[in-house]
Structure formats: structure tokens, C-alpha cells
């Protein structure tokens, strides 16, 4: 029996899960014994990135558009979103035969407004934030006379949500923990409803990162600013849901706020450990584990890896980064005599300490460098921070006098 104590019950999200029955992924719940090396906790992740577009929405956006009146579907749709509430709402819609106008802001992720036309709908570019192209949306509502696909305030959409905690705890009820990203809610209230109807004693953890801790600030009083750039764009939310705040307060045990760092590197886990695609928000769980390992180490945690939709360019960019963090990649400014060979020299050197020279820079014309001598800036890849510190000590015993320097080219103060 459905108590039905917030917004959304579990019936709601067991009605949601039939309609949903041939309309989307069931998406593998797997371990991940790779990321419970990594962090200290038995993982087993949910992959929600199989999902056609990429990514949970999916769920919430059909259970919406499927329950539409004839005059609303007619009206057509319109929905405000960062990338894959787009995408969903423009799939479904075209699945259904409903108009679709999706207004994103300017800086979403080109692969998301490239996925969302091909689904054939109306995209407009508006703002730099959700709050921005929210105002357009008001606009066009008033105008034209079309229904709002809300990407997380609504019964609707939180109740697909909640659809994946059915199938996890389906597939592997024997857990402790289930991490979840929140930016506006949804996602987390739906998920919190299902988990305490059917399993009350597994801890639900919401995720944010700390640029856009807006669920913390309600939660706990804080005023920690909001706003800026950051790769988990998807749970840049300025302000929680009215419906998922209520839903939060009443579930959810406890909250992470992650700095940018830990997503990044738990972008690069799910790359290189898991072989995954993860965008920034769908690895914010992750993240949290990442961030704060003492609070679950030994925990069974479940993960979900919410969305995929990443730019090539952007992950290649995360996983160099995360090298240089772990000092997999380095530089070193070396000064010397300008002499024929000095260059080959030195790569010979390089080779005989195991190093993989990627990147070298030549230098007559520094105002430090004698004028008969040469500095070379040297990029290279080692395997692991050890070796760098090795190949620091060496190149200083061979008179080579190194010095760090940064991706930027600029000097550190220490090796």
C-alpha cells in the first residue's frame, strides 16, 4: 500500500516502471572491482549512459510525454536543459509524434545540441545558465501556447526517475550505500522514494559539486556562492526543485559537496578503470567516493553512472590532466652549453631512464640563459611519480641543473 506521504509514492514509480517496459534501456547494474580498488568500497555501478541518448532522462521524459492530453500534444512540448533532459524530451517526443522546442544555454556541450537536433527538434540557444534560457522558455510558453517538460520539478519526471532503484535493488538488494548526483532533484528524490519503500535501511547519499551546492545551502542554512564554470554541468543547478526538496530533506541520509578536482579524476576512473564514458555529472557518485573515501570504505555502494554524454575533445583534455596530477606526465626546463649534439644528448639520456620524450622546446633567447647557452623545455611521460622524482635526481646529477615547470610553462619553485 502506498502511504504516499510526499509528491511521489512508490506506486507512482512502479506505474512509471510498466510504461517504461520496451520504451528504454534496462541498463546493466554491474560490479565494478577495478573502482573498489580504487577507492576502498565494494562499487557496483549502474549504467544509465547505455540509455539511446546517453543518459537517465530518458525515464522521467517519456513517463511525461506519454501522459499528455490530446490538446497538450497537439500544443506541442518544450523543455529548458543543459543537454540530456533535451535529448530525452526530442527523442520521446519525436517517438510520439509531439512538436518539440528545446531552448539550451549557449555554452551546453556541442555533442548534446548536435544529439538533440538529430531527434528532430526545435533547438534554440539561449544564455549562459538554466536560469536564463528558463526565461526564454517562459517566453515562448506565453507565446505560442506550448507545455513544459520541466526536467526535474514534476511528479511526472521524478516518478520515471525512480524507476532505477527498481531495477537495482532487482538485480543486487545487498547493498549499503546507493551515491546519487543532484542538481535540480529529480534524480534523487525519485530514486530516495524507492529505495525507502523497499529497502529503508540503505543509506542514499546525494552528490553536488561545490560550485553549485544548492541543495547544501538549502539543507543546512549555508550561503556558499553558486555559479561559474564547471564540467559537471548537468547538476548546475542554481536552486533544488520545490518537489525533490521536500522528498531530500524527509530520504536522504547525508550529502557530499566534491570540488572540481575529484570529478575530473573520476571522469579519468571511469575511462581508464571501467572503460566507460562518464560526463562530469554522471560521475559525481564517484566523485564523492573519491573525495571522501573514509566514509565509505567497506561500504556495498551503488553507483549511478548517469550520463555519457561527453566531448571527445573535453576527455582527452581531463585524462592529460589527470597524468600530469599523478606525475605520469612532466616538465622539465634543462639549461646547457649551445652546442652541435647538446639536443641528443640529452634525448639519450632521457631514453636510458626510461622516459618518453613527448614534447621539446628550444630556447636561445631567454634573458636567464648565457648567451652561448640553450634551454630546453622538455615534456615526457614517466610511470609514475617515483620515476619522475628519479629522472629529476639523475638529470641534476649529469649537470643538467632541471627545474619544474608547470603545463603552462611557467617555473615551480621546487622539483
Known amino acids: 500500500m502506498?502511504?504516499?506521504?510526499h509528491p511521489v509514492g512508490i506506486d507512482d514509480?512502479?506505474?512509471?516502471?510498466?510504461?517504461?517496459?520496451?520504451?528504454?534501456?534496462?541498463?546493466?547494474?554491474l560490479p565494478a572491482p577495478r573502482l573498489s580498488t580504487l577507492t576502498g568500497a565494494e562499487c557496483h555501478v549502474k549504467f544509465e549512459n547505455m540509455q539511446v541518448t546517453g543518459a537517465f532522462k530518458e525515464r522521467g521524459a517519456y513517463v511525461k510525454l506519454a501522459r499528455l492530453g490530446e490538446k497538450a500534444r497537439e500544443a506541442g512540448v518544450i523543455a529548458m536543459s543543459a543537454g540530456n533532459h533535451a535529448q530525452a524530451v526530442a527523442c520521446h517526443a519525436q517517438a510520439l509524434g509531439i512538436p518539440a522546442t528545446i531552448v539550451m544555454p549557449v555554452g551546453t556541450p556541442h555533442v548534446k545540441v548536435e544529439n538533440t537536433a538529430r531527434f528532430g527538434a526545435r533547438v534554440i540557444l539561449h544564455g549562459h545558465t538554466l536560469a536564463e534560457a528558463q526565461a526564454r522558455v517562459e517566453q515562448l510558453i506565453a507565446e505560442e501556447g506550448l507545455v513544459l517538460v520541466h526536467p526535474f520539478d514534476d511528479a511526472d519526471v521524478i516518478s520515471g526517475q525512480g524507476t532505477i532503484a527498481l531495477?537495482?535493488?532487482?538485480?543486487?538488494?545487498?547493498?549499503?550505500?546507493?551515491?546519487?548526483?543532484m542538481g535540480g532533484g529529480?534524480?534523487?528524490?525519485?530514486?530516495?522514494?524507492?529505495?525507502?519503500?523497499?529497502?529503508?535501511?540503505i543509506k542514499v547519499i546525494g552528490v553536488e559539486v561545490e560550485s553549485y551546492a544548492s541543495f547544501h545551502n538549502a539543507l543546512t542554512g549555508e550561503d556558499l556562492p553558486i555559479g561559474g564554470q564547471t564540467l559537471a554541468e548537468g547538476i548546475a543547478v542554481k536552486y533544488p526543485g520545490e518537489l525533490p526538496l521536500k522528498i531530500v530533506r524527509d530520504l536522504v541520509s547525508d550529502h557530499v559537496v566534491v570540488p572540481e578536482s575529484a570529478i575530473e579524476q573520476a571522469v579519468d576512473a571511469f575511462a581508464t578503470h571501467q572503460r566507460s564514458m562518464a560526463e562530469g555529472a554522471g560521475a559525481a557518485g564517484l566523485a564523492a567516493l573519491l573525495h571522501?573515501?573514509?566514509?565509505?570504505?567497506g561500504k556495498r555502494v551503488g553507483l549511478i553512472l548517469c550520463g555519457g554524454n561527453i566531448d571527445a575533445r573535453i576527455l582527452a583534455s581531463i585524462m592529460v590532466r589527470e597524468l600530469e596530477r599523478r606525475e605520469r606526465i612532466i616538465s622539465f626546463r634543462l639549461n646547457g652549453d649551445d652546442r652541435p649534439g647538446f639536443l641528443g644528448q640529452v634525448a639519450t639520456r632521457l631514453g636510458e631512464l626510461g622516459a618518453n620524450i613527448l614534447e621539446v622546446t628550444h630556447r636561445r633567447t631567454f634573458l636567464s640563459v648565457p648567451a652561448k647557452g640553450?634551454?630546453?623545455?622538455?615534456?615526457?611521460?614517466?610511470?609514475?611519480?617515483a620515476h619522475a622524482a628519479e629522472i629529476f635526481t639523475r638529470l641534476d646529477a649529469f649537470g643538467y641543473s632541471p627545474r619544474r615547470i608547470d603545463a603552462n610553462g611557467v617555473?615551480?619553485?621546487?622539483?
Do not use: C, Q, Y
Open 2 to 5: 502506498d502511504t504516499k506521504r
Open 13 to 29: 514509480i512502479r506505474a512509471a516502471a510498466a510504461m517504461l517496459k520496451g520504451r528504454i534501456v534496462r541498463t546493466p547494474f
Open 167 to 181: 531495477e537495482m535493488l532487482e538485480d543486487n538488494p545487498d547493498l549499503d550505500m546507493i551515491v546519487i548526483p
Open 186 to 201: 529529480g534524480l534523487i528524490a525519485g530514486n530516495a522514494v524507492a529505495i525507502h519503500a523497499l529497502r529503508p535501511d
Open 292 to 297: 571522501k573515501p573514509e566514509m565509505f570504505r
Open 374 to 385: 640553450v634551454s630546453l623545455d622538455v615534456t615526457l611521460e614517466a610511470r609514475d611519480a
Open 411 to 415: 617555473l615551480l619553485t621546487h622539483g
